[in-house]
């Protein structure tokens, strides 16, 4: 699906993003796998990345960040009339993670469900709620992307645990009065699905379910490489952009080599790239809004910027999105 934004303005005003306390290093990891520091930093750029406690399930993640989102946007939870939380880890099926955080954050008219894209789930979070706050269907939305990756990780497969993390983040959606999304490209490949899949985690009854998830990382990487260059260009040329207009490039935060490659294909300089996959690892749908959330911190948000995201993952999925940041309200 690709398309240009032509109704309604909407934007993104406001954003928050939270991770787990307890910081793992790659040292740390090591007691668990036969890994070392030199070869993940190498292979993937990642140095620590925070994994939840025994305790914690993806709401008790995710509810900060939507506290900090509404914060940072100025408005009361109960004006929220849709939340979406884009998560392959939900505390559980039902409830849904959105109905929950929905009850506990107080927005009684808010029309509320999960939503599973892998890695992209924020990104098509992003879209459907573009979709109904354009046409009018929602007056403020709340997008969470957030993921606790390690209660579904293989504690013994050094392949997958060394990569990824545990982190949500979530956004504010309305309309504003300048600038906002300019276009979206969004794509599945279910025929690749096989290389990134959590085969015991549904109504389909395999003989000896893995409960845990399984990656080919050298499929997986060349998937990457390829779609995370393509739904870049085919996103600015929909919206009749090109990389020299966009200010700031938030990619999904999977290894720092699909990044560099990826960035290095489209022109980017790498004063333009937000990373941070060494402090966080890949935290799947949390990746791209905590990207955002430090390229804010570190002033590279600043209005009027255009600013290019790019995820891809489980699915296998892709999704890229345009936006001109504004966080001027319409009246
Ligand atoms: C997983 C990934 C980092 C592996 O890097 P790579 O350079 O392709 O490494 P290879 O798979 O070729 O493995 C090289 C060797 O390192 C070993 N290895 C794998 N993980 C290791 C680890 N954590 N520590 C040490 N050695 C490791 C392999 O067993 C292999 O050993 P062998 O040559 O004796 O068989 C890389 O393929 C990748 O990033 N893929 C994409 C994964 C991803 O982003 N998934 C999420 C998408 S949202």
């Known amino acids: ?14 954003l928050g993003v939270h991770v787990p306390d307890r910081v793992f290093t790659n040292k740390d990891l090591e007691q668990f ?6 070869w993940i930093v190498e292979r993937t750029g990642i140095r620590e990345r925070r994994f939840a406690r025994d305790d914690q399930a993806l709401t008790d993640i995710a509810r900060p960040a939507a506290v900090a989102a509404l914060a940072d946007a100025g408005v009361d939870a109960a004006s929220v009339d849709l939340i979406i939380v884009a998560t392959v880890t939900p505390d559980m099926m039902f409830p849904t993670s959105s109905a929950i955080l929905a009850d ?31 046409s009018g269907l929602s ?3 709340l997008v969470v992307g957030g ?10 497969d050094r392949s997958t645990l060394v990569l990824f993390g545990d982190g949500a983040g979530a956004v504010v959606m309305e309309p504003v009065e300048q600038g906002g999304f300019l276009g979206f490209e969004l ?4 025929g690749g699905g096989e290389n990134l899949w ?5 109504s389909r009854h395999f003989a000896n379910a893995d409960k845990l998830a399984k990656m080919n990382g050298r499929e997986v990487f060349k998937f990457a490489t390829r779609v995370m260059v393509s739904s870049a260009e085919n996103v600015l040329a929909e919206c009749g952009r090109t990389v020299e207009d966009v200010d700031v490039y938030v990619p999904h935060q999977a290894n720092k080599r699909i990044i560099d490659h990826a960035a290095g294909k489209l022109g980017f300089p790498a004063e333009k790239v937000v990373v941070n996959v060494d402090r966080y690892g890949n935290t799947s749908s949390g990746s791209i809004p905590l990207a955002l959330a430090d390229a804010a911190a570190d002033g590279r948000l600043r209005e009027g910027e255009l600013v290019l995201m790019t995820g891809m993952g489980a699915g296998l999925t892709w999704g890229s999105a345009l936006i001109e940041w504004t966080k001027g309200r319409a009246a």
């Open 104 to 134: 506990t954050l107080g927005m009684p008219d808010a029309a509320a469900y999960d939503l599973l894209a892998g890695c992209t789930g924020f990104m098509y979070g992003l879209a459907q709620a573009y979709g109904m706050l354009a």
């Open 33 to 38: 796998v036969d890994t070392t520091d030199e």
């Open 147 to 156: 993921d606790v990756l390690s209660k579904i990780l293989d504690w013994t």
């Open 1 to 14: 699906m690709i398309g240009s934004a032509n109704g309604r303005r909407i934007g993104i005003t406001g």
């Open 139 to 141: 007056k403020r939305a």
């Open 187 to 190: 794509g599945a490949d279910g």
């Open 198 to 202: 959590l085969p015991g985690s549904g």
